[in-house]
Structure formats: structure tokens, C-alpha cells
């Protein structure tokens, strides 16, 4: 018996220790040396300050901005959130239609115009930082609408929005999509 | 699917299957003890190990013993880990000042952690120090992981020793397996992990002022060197609460293929290392093939489900999509992984039937990280014993016979998972405490049970996480079905260690049944498949497959 335990204990701390400290730490130390942006959370800043992480959405209210996608818990981030809705839950088939709803309203369309999906469904995270290129364009007219844009301004904020559509990355992994506070942070540079 | 999906999903498979007998072949030479790439530059650390343990690594074990040091291990490590969480408060490291566990969830945390399940009925952010992330979640990650892999290899040498009565020594198996494959493995993840955007400080968490004017505290930790080994040691537990959904746990389309190729890897791989442990490379293929076709096959239909469901970008993440969401929904059930880069409770009928099934075969398909053998090792002991019944012969496998003892311990360890899911979704679903964390009404609701128990009891820990966890009733029966899915099988896999161990090998005859062919794996395809459908069929049809109909007639409720 005493050939069992004191090993099992002493050899649990002996790779706590590795594990749980030299690892992490290491670890760490070096991420903070090579990629300190990335691993301090990807942060952005404006006019000298930090307004958010280029990673995680953030609520824009104003239909002077690109909206983000519908965040169940609200953009809240300690902690983030989903619906955990299931398909036969109507709550989730009325929730969806109101946002339908709400953003043809918003953007001024017909009444039978298709949304994109993503407008419709709330993320995984509740932090999706991204929206699909056609839900970026579906909402061109309205924010150049709303801000009042000249045709030229306009033709430029379209271009902006193709360039900042990210392709697959190398052209192979994960889906087309725009950063919706980059895009907005640039909307207000235009 | 587009061209371009196509591509992901033969990318993967291909990487997977070019990377099984490297990795495989790696991992033979460091558990035989033959000089492999490493071994040179970290033996030092692993004496230093042993010497800081105050163990010898030379001493062979018999089953017994290795049983006894193994629970020994696990059992000081799961007290650990709830003092951790307990005393949180008051230790450093906990830079947002959180307090104290509960009890209830704390127990319910380092069962979930010690046994490679990773249920969690929290959330990371909002509920741990980054010292109880590191010094206990962290740790255990690891050695979970290692004790898969450490029962595996028991099983292989009492699969394979000609007359011997031990099974090898459980500190070696555990530390070589932490020293040598997890921890160099996992600081290459980690540190491409960081470069994409997976966050690694020890700093507070920052509040920003936000565009529009409004404030967002953003949450910070040590997460990559954790998300790294929760995806290798098929452990499933997110730093964050929502996973690998969570744009700082997986950032970049990259992060997504990296983290859903890390679940299959290690399991895959141990397919080959068990081929050329017993002998026989072919032997490894075969369990591979079988592992692969079902894979492949719950895939597909889980594909098709999701392809074919309106609202199907409910709880997925824009960067990944429907095709990478499906795959790793299918990747994370077969491996008892349980992480999620999309909420399993929106998925489709047909998909969450898949990812229900996967964990009701008992974590086979590829499975643990070294439980999904020693799993499917089981299976292939009842395959070979009804073939043996088939043509009236004593069943043999590897030369060795298969007798009651090893058929009635295979029972034990495939039935004692199966029943804990039945019995306990019954008892939820008939107290008034089990029905009150239901959030979705209808037969989804009766799916968010099941799923619960087939999550703990088979060590997956993935959730319909729209059901509330957090309560008494489901931190300790959860608790209880997490303790029962991994010693219920370990012990009994031991045991059969043990007393195969001793037994002759028998050169094949004309009579004998290889169990090398494709004969043989379409039959414990067969096996694994029939096990799994006489028991769950019933309850099956009452939760998903009555979703399915429903919703085709446009039924909500």
C-alpha cells in the first residue's frame, strides 16, 4: 500500500509542476515575446485608446454602423453565450422571424426580400465578430443612407467592404467574411 | 456540398491518415522503449521525474498493482483539483478575485476533469482563476489523457506476452506518455494557436470603451497551452464557457482545422502503435478501417441533416460554417473530446442524433485518447467470441483463447456505461428536479436528458448546453455516471490484462479466424452497431427521431 501512495502523490506534484506551471509559463513567456498582440487579446485601438478585440463582436445599436450578428446573451462577455434553442422550438421560429423583420425594416426592403442567415441566427459564441459578405452589402444602403453619403462616398465605402472581405483562409479553409469593427472603424475614417 | 467544402473534408481525412503511422510509429518506439526523436533530449527529465517520485520505473506490475496505482493516482489528483477550486478565493493567480467554488460544482468539475470527460457546469470566465485554470484544469488534462493511454498499453502487453503475469509499470507508462507525446505535441499547437489570436497572459481582464460609447470587459487567461492539450488528450474543456466557438479559443478558420485535426490525431494514431506493439500492422489498420467507416458514415448523414435544416446557422460561428461546424460536431462525438465550435442543442435533428449516437456506442470511434482502443478492444473480444459461437469453436484472439472471465469483464465494461444512461435519464425525467432544467419543451427536451447521460457516462462531455447543469441534482449524478463510464471500464480492461496475460499463444491454425481481414471489421462493425441499437433504439426514437418527424410537419412547440 505505502508503495503505491507515496509514489502517486509525489509524483502528482512532480508533474503539477511541469504541467501546470513550467508549461504554461513557458509558454507564456514566449508568446509574449513573439505574438504579445495576439496573445494580449487582439486589441484595437482608436484615436489612442483601446475600443475592443478585433476578435470579439461588440453591440452597435446606431444604423450609422454595420450590425454585428444577433448575440443571445447580449454581447455580455463574462460569460458569452447561446440560445441553445432546438429546431422545434418556436420561440427560436418567432425570434427569427422578428429579426427578418426588423432588418428589412432597417434597410428599407420589400417585404418577401431574403435575409442571410446569419442576420437571423444567433451566434455560438455570442461574440461572432464576423457577418457573411452578403449581409455586409445588404446593409451598404442603409448605413450610406443614414450617414447621408454622396454617390462618391458611397462608391467608396462599397469598395471598402470588398476589401475587407476576407476570402477562405489560403483559399481553402472556413467561409468568406467581413470584421464588422474593422469595417465600422474604417466607415469612420471614410 | 461546394468544391471547396470537398476539399476541407479530404484535406482532413487525408492529414489524418498520413499522420497515423508517423505519429503511430513514433509513439511504438517511445512506449517499447527503442531510441525515437525525443527520447534522447527529455530522458534526463523523465529520471529527474522519477527520482523527484521517489519511483522505479524498471519494477513490472501485475494487474492488481498497476490497477492500484492507477486509481491511487487519479484519486489524489481529483482531490487536488476540488481543493483547487475550493480555496480559489484565497490563492494567487485570480486576478478578477472570484471566489470560491461551490461544493457541489466543484466536485462535479474534478470528477469531470480526472475521468477525460471535461462536462462542465460552468463557465471558465466567470468561474475560475487562472491558477485553478492552469495548476488544476490544465494538469489534469494531461494526465487523464496519459492514464488512457497507460491502460491502453497494459492491455496491449497482456494481449501479447507469452506466459508472463505482469503488465508493464503505470508511473512509466504515465510519464512517458505526458513527457514524450502530449507535451511536445501540445507546445507546437499552443504557440501556432497564440499566432492566430488564441489569447496567453497572465493579465487581468480589460474593460474597453467601445465604439459606440458602451463599456465590454474583455476577458483574458493562459487559454492556449489549455486549449492545446483539451484537443489532443481528447478532453474536451473550454477555457471559456462557450468552447471553441469562443473567438478567443478558436480565432481563425487555421485554429479550427488545427483543433478538429488534434481530436482524431492521437486516438487514430494509437491504432498503429497497437499494430506494432502486437506484432501485426495489419491488425491496427483493420481496427482503423472499422473506426474510419463509421466515422465517415455518421458524417454523412449528419451533413445531410444539417444541409438540409432552415435556420442551420443558429449557434455557428460565421468563420467556420455548416461543413467545418458538422465535422467537428462528429469529430468531437466519435473521440471523446466534447468540445463544440457550434452549439449541439440547435443542431438538426438528424446531426444531434449523430453526435447522441457516437457517444452511445460507447466511445469507440476513434474514441479517448487511449480509451477508444482499450473501448473498442472489448468490442472486438465479443466479435471474436460470436464468431467463435458461429462455427463452434473456442473463440482466440492474437493465439490467446477468450474464455467466460474475458467475456463476461468485456460485458461489464461495454454494458456499465449503457445501463448508468438509461437509468439516469429515467430518474431525470421522472423527478421534478431532473425535468427543471429543461429549457427546450417537446421531445427536444427529453434529448437534452439523454444527451446529458450519454455525455458523462461515456466521458465525452460535450451537452445540449441549453439544460441547466448547474443544479444538485445534475453536479452529482452527472458526477456519479462520470466515475462509473471511466473506472467501470478501465478496471475491467485491466482485469483482462491480467488474465490474458497468462495465457499461451497458440500459432494459428487453418481454423483460426483472422482478425486482420475485412471479413472481421465489417463483423465488429456489426457488433459495435447492434450492442448500441438494442439498447438505445427506444429511447432514440422518442427524443430525436420523433424531433425529425415533427418538424417535417412544421410542429413547434
Known sequence: MKDTILPALRLLAALTVLTGA??????????????????????????????????????????????????????????????????????????????????????????????????????????????????????????????GLTPEHRARLESLVTALTEPPQFGVLGEPRVNVLCLNLALDRL | MTTLDTVQVLLYLGLLIACTPWLGGYMARVFTGERAGLTGWLAPVERCIYRLAGCDPQVEMRWTTYAGALLAFNLFGLLALLGLQLLQGVLPLNPQHLPGVPFGLALNTAISFTTNTNWQAYSGEAT???????????????????????????????????????????????????????????????????????????????????????QQLIPLGPAASQVAIKQLGTNGGGFFGVNSAHPFENPTPLTNFLEMFAILLIPAALTYTYGRMVGSRRQGWAIFAAMLILFLSGFAVALTAETGHTGNMEGKETRFGIVNSVL????????????????????????????????LLGEVVFGGVGAGLYGMLMFMLLTVFMAGLMVGRTPEYLGKKVEAREVTLAMVAVLAPCATVLVFAALAVL???????????????????????????????????????????????????????????????????????????????????????????????????????????????????????????????
Open chain 2, 431 to 557: 423527478t421534478p428536479a431532473g425535468l427543471a432544467s429543461i429549457s427546450n419543451p417537446g421531445p427536444h427536451g427529453l434529448s437534452q436528458v439523454l444527451y446529458a447521460f450519454a455525455s458523462t457516462a461515456n466521458n465525452n462531455g460535450s451537452a445540449f448546453a441549453g439544460l441547466n447543469a448547474n443544479t444538485g441534482f445534475y453536479n452529482y449524478l452527472g458526477g456519479i455516471a462520470m466515475l462509473i463510464g471511466r473506472f467501470a471500464a478501465i478496471v475491467p480492461a485491466l482485469a483482462i490484462a491480467g488474465s490474458m496475460a497468462g495465457k499461451k499463444t497458440a500459432p494459428p491454425s487453418p481454423g483460426t479466424f483472422p482478425t486482420d481481414g475485412a471479413l472481421f471489421v465489417v463483423l465488429l462493425i456489426g457488433v459495435v452497431l447492434l450492442v448500441g441499437a438494442l439498447t438505445f433504439l427506444p429511447v432514440l426514437t422518442l427524443g430525436p427521431v420523433l424531433e425529425h418527424l415533427l418538424l417535417q410537419q412544421g410542429r413547434v412547440f
Open chain 2, 328 to 359: 467537428w460536431a462528429t469529430a468531437t462525438t466519435a473521440a471523446s473530446n466534447g468540445s463544440v465550435n457550434a452549439m449541439h442543442d440547435s443542431l438538426s435533428p438528424g446531426a444531434g442524433l449523430v453526435a447522441l449516437g457516437n457517444m
Open chain 2, 128 to 214: 475560475l482563476s487562472y491558477l485553478t485554470q492552469m495548476l488544476g484544469l490544465t494538469v489534469q488534462n494531461f494526465v487523464s489523457a496519459a492514464t488512457g493511454i497507460a491502460v491502453l498499453l497494459a492491455l496491449t502487453r497482456g494481449l501479447t506476452r507469452r506466459s508472463g503475469t505482469t503488465l508493464g509499470n503505470f508511473w512509466a507508462d504515465l510519464v512517458r506518455a505526458t513527457l514524450y507525446i502530449l507535451l511536445p505535441l501540445s507546445s507546437g499547437l499552443a504557440l501556432v494557436l497564440v499566432a492566430q489570436g488564441v489569447v496567453q497572459t497572465l493579465a487581468p481582464y480589460i474593460m474597453v470603451h467601445t465604439v459606440e460609447g458602451g
Open chain 1, 22 to 147: 513550467v508549461y504554461p509559463l513557458l509558454i507564456t513567456a514566449v508568446a509574449r515575446a513573439v505574438f504579445p498582440r495576439q496573445a494580449a487579446g487582439s486589441l484595437v485601438q482608436n484615436e489612442g485608446s483601446s475600443v475592443g478585440s478585433e476578435l470579439l463582436a461588440q453591440k452597435f445599436g446606431s444604423p450609422r454602423y454595420f450590425q454585428p450578428r444577433p448575440s443571445a446573451a447580449d454581447f455580455a462577455t463574462v460569460p458569452s453565450g447561446a440560445s441553445n434553442l432546438g429546431p422545434t422550438s418556436a420561440v427560436l421560429r418567432t425570434t427569427a422571424q422578428d429579426r427578418a423583420a426588423a432588418v428589412r425594416a432597417a434597410c428599407g426592403l420589400a417585404g418577401d426580400t431574403p435575409v442571410p442567415g446569419d442576420l437571423l441566427c444567433a451566434s455560438g459564441s455570442g461574440l461572432d465578430p464576423h457577418i457573411s459578405p452578403e449581409s455586409a452589402r445588404l446593409q451598404l444602403d442603409r448605413v450610406a443612407r443614414t450617414r
